[in-house]
C-alpha cells in the first residue's frame, strides 16, 4: 500500500503545481507542455519502451490520447482555478463510471444492478459538487464552473477506456506510454510554437523547469499507482478503490485547510456520495443480500 501512497501524493502534488500556477504567475500551457518531455524520458528511464516492432500499433487509439492529454490537462488546470481542488479531484475520480459503462456497453460485460446504482449515485455526487451558489466576483467567472468538471468527468473516462484497448494490443505498457507521451509532447510544442510565433505569448525559460517538476510529479503517479497494481496483483480492486478513495479524502483535506476553498453542505454530502459510489463500484458484493 506503500506504492498507491506515493501516488496518491504525486496525484495531488500535480493539482498543487496547478492551483499555485496563478499566484506565482505560471504559464499552464508551457508548463503543461515541458511536462511532458519530463514524462518521455522518465517513461524511457523506468520502462525500456521497445521501438523496434510495432506490429499491431493502434495508431488511432495513440493519435487520440496523445491529442486528448495535453488537452484535459489544460482543462483540469482551468476547473482548479475556477472550482478548487476539491472539485476538480472528485471530478477525475468519479470518471472510473465511464470505464464500467462501456464494460456494460461495448466490452460485453453483463450488467449489475448494484454498479448501475453505484454509476447513479456518482453523478449525484457531481450535481452536488457544482458550485451553484457564488459570490458576485467569483460568479462572473465561474458562471459555467459546472461545464469543466463534466468534460474531466467524461474525458479522464474516454482516456481509461482507450488506455484499456491499448491493454489488448501485442505491445508493452511502457512502449505505449512512451509513444503518447511523444505525442502529446509534439501536439503541445506545435501549439506552444504557433502561440509565440504569434504573440499570444511569450516564451520563458523558467517554465521548463516548472513543466519537468510537474512531468514527475504525473509520471511518479502513474509509475507507483503501477507498482502498487504489480505488488498487489491479486486485489486490484483494492488498489482502484484506494487509489480513489484517498485523491478524493487528500484533494478535499489540501483544498479546504491548505488553500482555504469554501465549500457548501451540499459539496460536502456529494464528497460523501463520491465516496460511496467508488465503494459501491469496486466492492458490489458487499451490497448482495
Known amino acids: 500500500m506503500f506504492y498507491i501512497f506515493l501516488s496518491i501524493c504525486c496525484s495531488v502534488t500535480v493539482s498543487v503545481l496547478l492551483k499555485l ?16 518531455s519530463a514524462a518521455i524520458f522518465l517513461t524511457w528511464l523506468f520502462f525500456r519502451p521497445q521501438l523496434i516492432s510495432l506490429q499491431g500499433t493502434p495508431v488511432l487509439v495513440y493519435l487520440s490520447l496523445g491529442i486528448l492529454f495535453p488537452s484535459l490537462f489544460i482543462i483540469i488546470a482551468t476547473s482548479i482555478k475556477l472550482t478548487g481542488i476539491v472539485r476538480t479531484d472528485v471530478a477525475q475520480r468519479l470518471s472510473l463510471f465511464i470505464p464500467v459503462l462501456a464494460s456494460f456497453l461495448i466490452f460485453g460485460e453483463k450488467p449489475n444492478t448494484i454498479k448501475i446504482i453505484g454509476i447513479a449515485i456518482g453523478f449525484v455526487a457531481i450535481v452536488c459538487l457544482i458550485p451553484w451558489r457564488q459570490r458576485s466576483a467569483v460568479r462572473r467567472r465561474s458562471t459555467n464552473a459546472w461545464f469543466y468538471l463534466v468534460v474531466i468527468l467524461i474525458g479522464m473516462g474516454v482516456i481509461d477506456v482507450l488506455l484499456k484497448s491499448i491493454s ?24 506552444l510554437i504557433y502561440m509565440v510565433f504569434t504573440k499570444m505569448m511569450r516564451f520563458s525559460w523558467p517554465h521548463i523547469l516548472i513543466g519537468w517538476v510537474l512531468g514527475a510529479a504525473n509520471f511518479g503517479n502513474i509509475l507507483f499507482y503501477i507498482k502498487g497494481l504489480n505488488a498487489l496483483a491479486d486485489h486490484p480492486s483494492t488498489v482502484f478503490s484506494t487509489m480513489d478513495i484517498g485523491v478524493i479524502v487528500a484533494g478535499s483535506l489540501v483544498g479546504l485547510f491548505i488553500f482555504r476553498e469554501k465549500l457548501s453542505r451540499l459539496n460536502v454530502g456529494g464528497i460523501i456520495l463520491a465516496i460511496i459510489a467508488v465503494v459501491i463500484i469496486y466492492f458490489p458484493e458487499i451490497f448482495n443480500f
Not at 22 to 32: E, G, L, P, T
Not at 169 to 190: E, R
Open 21 to 36: 500556477a496563478k499566484r506565482y504567475q505560471i504559464d499552464v500551457y508551457q508548463a503543461i507542455t515541458w511536462n511532458y
Open 168 to 191: 489488448k494490443s501485442n505491445i508493452s505498457f511502457g512502449t505505449s506510454l512512451f509513444i503518447i507521451f511523444t505525442v502529446a509532447f509534439s501536439v503541445a510544442f506545435i501549439g
